[in-house]
């Protein structure tokens, strides 16, 4: 088993500062923010993958991660959120390799439609300027946000997820110490 890294080193700026780039992220689908500077979390997690649970997750969110027993026992440690058993169980899911299917998580309910889950989904790069284009609540007219490392059914998938609002599921993308945020709002048209 290895060595427990430490979490934030402030703990109470650095979520306020993480809660902040994550809300400015949803509030401006697509436009990439930082967080996690400084992380040293367990591989495979990325330091803005963490920081976001570090600042989102509690003892009253479940959470569901594919980053194995080390990422586990740091995220007990540094959260104390329960683990669910399944994805579809959980308020915030953690993929670190393959996401699940947009379809099979939480999407709230039509009288609890904010129940729906988080997808926190590790990517190889994101960039603006170029690729998918944005559009929806938060877009003055289109934004460009090109993504490396999602299947390549995502965009189909996000239309169905998009379809079935308000209830849906709401994506946070991170590449190493940057997010962008899709909230379930948004459009998505390939570039």
Do not use: K
Not at 164 to 190: N, Q
Request: charged share 20%; net charge negative; hydrophobic share 50%.
């Amino acid at each position: 088993m290895s060595t427990l890294t430490p979490g934030f080193a402030d703990p109470v700026l650095d979520a306020q500062a993480t809660f902040r780039a994550v809300l400015e992220a949803m509030s401006r689908p697509g436009r990439i923010q930082r967080a996690g500077t400084g992380l040293r979390p367990p591989a495979p997690m990325m330091p803005a993958a963490a920081a976001v649970l570090l600042a989102l997750a509690d003892s009253g969110t479940t959470l569901w991660q594919d980053a194995g027993t080390d990422a586990e026992a740091w995220l007990r440690f540094h959260c104390g959120a329960p683990f669910a058993a399944m994805p579809a169980e959980a308020a915030f899911v953690l993929a670190t390799g393959a996401p699940p299917v947009i379809a099979d998580l939480n999407a709230g309910s039509e009288e609890e439609p904010e129940r729906g889950a988080t997808l926190i989904v590790q990517v190889a790069a994101l960039e603006e300027g170029a690729g998918w284009r944005l559009s929806g609540p938060g877009i003055e007219r289109e934004h460009r946000l090109a993504v490396t490392g999602l299947p390549s059914d995502f965009v189909a998938a996000w239309a169905r997820n998009r379809g079935r609002f308000p209830r849906g599921v709401d994506v946070i993308l991170c590449a190493g110490e940057r997010i962008a945020a899709l909230p379930r709002t948004v459009a998505i048209a390939e570039g």
